[in-house]
């Protein structure tokens, strides 16, 4: 059984810094990529970034870019999400997820695995 398990999400004080991390595992799993997407209260879930492995190449929507980074390693099915600069509205649970693809470019990143979601809460 696949599981993604994400950590490192709290409470922080706007202009702050939080670090997501997520693991991955199970015998079956591997990946093209991983990212993260999060979710806001009365909202839709909403992308935030991901990492290719093939390439490492980085993606990261404009609502975070140059506050936000990700890093992971593909080898150990790890991703990382470094959060700076945190704003209010930046809170939202924040899922980890795969795209189970064969290893290679990716052309569109496809969620196959979820996390169970970590908080973060930023105040103002």
């Known amino acids: 059984q696949v599981q993604l398990v994400e950590s490192g999400g709290g409470l922080v004080q706007a202009g702050g810094s939080l670090r997501l991390s997520c693991a991955a595992s199970?015998?079956?799993?591997?990946?093209?990529?991983m990212g993260w997407f999060r979710q806001a209260p009365g909202k839709e879930r909403e992308f935030v970034a991901a990492?290719?492995?093939?390439?490492?190449?980085?993606y990261t929507a404009a609502s975070v870019k140059g506050r936000f980074t990700i890093s992971g390693d593909g080898a150990k099915s790890t991703v990382l999400l470094q959060m700076n600069s945190l704003k209010p509205e930046d809170t939202a649970v924040y899922y980890c997820?795969?795209?189970?693809?064969?290893?290679?470019?990716?052309?569109?990143?496809?969620?196959?695995?979820w996390g169970q979601g970590t908080q973060v809460t930023v105040s103002s």
């Open positions: 199970g015998r079956t799993f591997s990946s093209r990529a």
């Open positions: 997820s795969a795209d189970g693809g064969k290893l290679g470019p990716v052309a569109e990143y496809r969620v196959d695995y």
């Open positions: 990492i290719t492995w093939s390439g490492g190449r980085t």
